[in-house]
């Protein structure tokens, strides 16, 4: 499998990381305004401060997944659309290295996690389907649970999943199901990089 390159020099990922955390911000608040809510609204229903998803809005900083869980939650959308470079027309084949990818954390961009986009964000499609990168050392932030159902497979290195009270560590090759709104969270517990291919319905990152 060909490999999409995220270590860029530093300046491009600097302007990469803030235009990502700017297109966030910007159609955060447009959902948000779309359903009237105001800032303090949407941050009392998702439970976190008014300042910080101000911040958000304004791009000056990147929320934890959790976080981001919540507020789509509560506005009705998904996180794909959130991060997705553009709306872009229904595709069917998507070429090796370029599939969008984005890093949810982008502070930790290049040892943290990041998601390779197999099937880009649609309204048109039921299923999800990202490769989870995983840096030597990284893990997702959570636990996190949502509506739905997800299965992965290992493709590279070795995980540690953590699914309700269980925890189960996989080799290439294992994979794995869960129902969604057990919580779940996953890390790195090898000396290089994981890859997970992954797939959820309904749509949630």
């Known amino acids: 499998m060909n490999k999409i390159d995220t270590h860029n020099s530093k300046g491009g990922d600097e302007r990469s990381t ?14 948000r305004q779309t ?4 800032l303090k609204a949407l941050a009392a229903a998702a439970n976190c ?17 959790p976080m ?15 991060f997705e470079e553009s709306d872009g027309e229904e595709g069917i084949v998507f070429r090796a290295g370029a599939r969008p990818l984005i890093a949810l954390d982008p502070l930790r961009r290049g040892e943290g996690i990041s998601l ?3 099937i880009p964000y649609s309204p048109g499609h039921l299923l999800q389907c990202n490769i989870h990168h995983i840096e030597a050392g990284g893990e997702s932030a959570g636990p996190i649970q949502h509506a739905g159902e997800e299965v992965g497979y290992l493709l590279e290195g070795a995980i ?6 269980k925890t189960f560590r996989l080799s290439v090759g294992d994979s794995f199901v869960f129902n969604s709104e057990l919580p779940h969270w996953y890390r790195n517990v090898g000396d290089v990089r994981a890859s997970i291919f992954w797939v ?6």
Do not use: Q
């Not at 803030?18 to 959902?31: D, H, N």
């Open 49 to 65: 401060s008014e300042s910080l998803l101000s911040k958000v809005e304004n791009g000056k900083v990147s929320p934890s997944l």
């Open 200 to 205: 959820n319905t309904p749509a949630t990152f």
């Open 35 to 38: 359903r009237g809510l105001t």
């Open 160 to 165: 540690e999943l953590m699914v309700g009270e």
């Open 18 to 31: 803030a235009t990502s955390l700017l297109r966030l911000g910007t159609r955060l608040k447009l959902s």
């Open 68 to 82: 981001l869980h919540r507020l789509v939650e509560v506005l009705g959308t998904n996180i794909g659309w959130m």
């Open 116 to 118: 390779e986009r197999v």
